[in-house]
Each structure stands twice: as C-alpha cells, then as structure tokens.
C-alpha cells in the first residue's frame, strides 16, 4: 500500500516565477492538507482540500492557490514566488471523520527561490 | 490563540539513556495530540496520538507520551534511545473549526545521541 505521494522532490524557481507542486493521498484517503515548513520551522498549515473544494485555509496569501480532482490528488500553486517562499511544501492525507482523522504526511517537495 | 511550546530547541543525549522532550499547548477544547518524527531531507512520520480515554499514550519505535490536562503538556519519553533516533520530534495539536481538522505544529526539538 503506496503512502502519501509528491513530485518533484526537488524544485528550483526564480522570483516572480509560478510554480506547481503534486500530491497523491494515502489509498481510502479522501481529504489533502498542504504545509509549509519554512528551515527550522514546525510546518504551518496552507489549505485544505474535501470533494474537490477548499475547507479551510491558513493565513497565507491567495498568490497560494490549490485544487483536488476526482480521484483525491491534489495541486498546489504558489505565484508570483518571492525569496520568502523558499520552504518545503508537506502534503498530508486523511480520511474525513469530521475532525478527528489522523493526517499521514508525504516526503515533501523542496521549493528553492532564487 | 492555539499554539504549541516546544521549549527545548536542542537536546543531545547518550545512547541507552532515557529522553523526554517536552510539549505545552494552548487550546480551548478537549485537545488531539500527535507527536511526529521528521528524519533529514524526510516528511513526518507518525509516532503516537492521544484522541482520548487513557492518558498515556504507547506509540511506535518504543516511544510513549502522557496527557496531563493540568499542565497541558503532552511529553515524549522513550526509556533507552538508540543512534537511530537522532532526529527532529514535532508535537502538534489538532485545531477543530467547523468539524474539520488542522494541525498546529510546535517549533520542533532536534534530537542528537552520542555513541
């Protein structure tokens, strides 16, 4: 059984540029939450995804933008990146059970902006 | 505001000895608690949650954690570290709103064991 899934590994930008990053949940999985965990920071929550829609958002601005498709993947979408964006993006999947699911995270994907 | 306490940025312990990493949160309810691993260049791996009934909580790789509402702590503890935990130990709430669930994470502990 795959767990929690994201591509790239590894991703490299300029300022100004926009970028798109990948996550597939855990089988039986049906909700995604994005993280953004800055260098030795404990990783801050962005938004998260159930049936295709937005549910709840962090305090990060809508240059972030995300969207879930049918079969429970997931993007997220950072424009017009600035210096400060440079973090590694965590995906999370859960199985909703209104609020008490458990959240299994997937590797990360590495976000460089120079 | 809801918010979690790791008060220890850094902690170095022998292998064989005890650990206990601390954890102070900040929440109006009845609170979910999870206690994450994240290795280097990793994501984070799962150690133990308390939802609730006993407060203390068995989880893998021999760790264990303990509720006290008193003190709203949610410590980690592990009886004999080896070399392979060296890592960083996140503690997080899970911050209900509308019946969803969002984790709010602690600033991390960073774990190093001396041979």
């Known amino acids: 059984d795959a767990g929690v899934t994201q591509s790239p590994t590894h991703l490299i930008k300029t300022r100004g540029q926009q970028v798109t990053l990948r996550c597939s949940p855990k089988?039986?999985?049906?909700?995604v939450s994005w993280y953004q965990q800055a260098l030795g920071q404990g990783p801050q929550f962005i938004f998260q995804?159930?049936?295709?829609?937005?549910?709840q958002r962090g305090n990060f601005p809508d240059r972030f933008s995300g969207h879930q498709f049918p079969n429970y993947s997931s993007e997220l979408n950072v424009n017009a990146l600035l210096l400060g964006d440079s973090a590694l993006y965590l995906c999370?999947?859960?199985?909703?059970?209104?609020?008490?699911?458990?959240?299994?995270f997937g590797p990360g994907t590495r976000l460089t902006v120079l | 505001a809801q918010s979690v306490t790791q008060p220890d940025i850094h902690i170095t312990v022998s292998e064989g000895a005890s650990l206990e990493l601390r954890c102070n949160y900040s929440?109006?309810?009845?609170?979910?608690l999870f206690w994450y691993v994240q290795s280097p260049g990793q994501g984070l791996q799962l150690l133990l949650k308390?939802?609730?009934?006993?407060?203390l909580v068995q989880g893998i790789k021999g760790f264990e954690a303990e509720f006290k509402r008193s003190q709203s702590s949610f410590n980690l503890r592990k009886p004999s570290v080896h070399w392979s935990d060296a890592a960083e130990y996140f503690c997080?709430?899970?911050?209900?709103?509308?019946?969803?669930?969002?984790?709010?994470f602690g600033a991390g502990t960073r774990l190093a064991v001396h041979p």
């Open positions: 999370a999947s859960s199985s909703d059970r209104g609020g008490t699911d458990t959240q299994y």
């Open positions: 995804y159930y049936e295709e829609e937005e549910r």
């Open positions: 929440y109006g309810a009845t609170p979910y």
């Open positions: 089988s039986g999985h049906d909700t």
């Open positions: 308390y939802f609730s009934g006993d407060t």
């Open positions: 997080a709430v899970g911050a209900i709103s509308g019946g969803y669930n969002k984790l709010i």
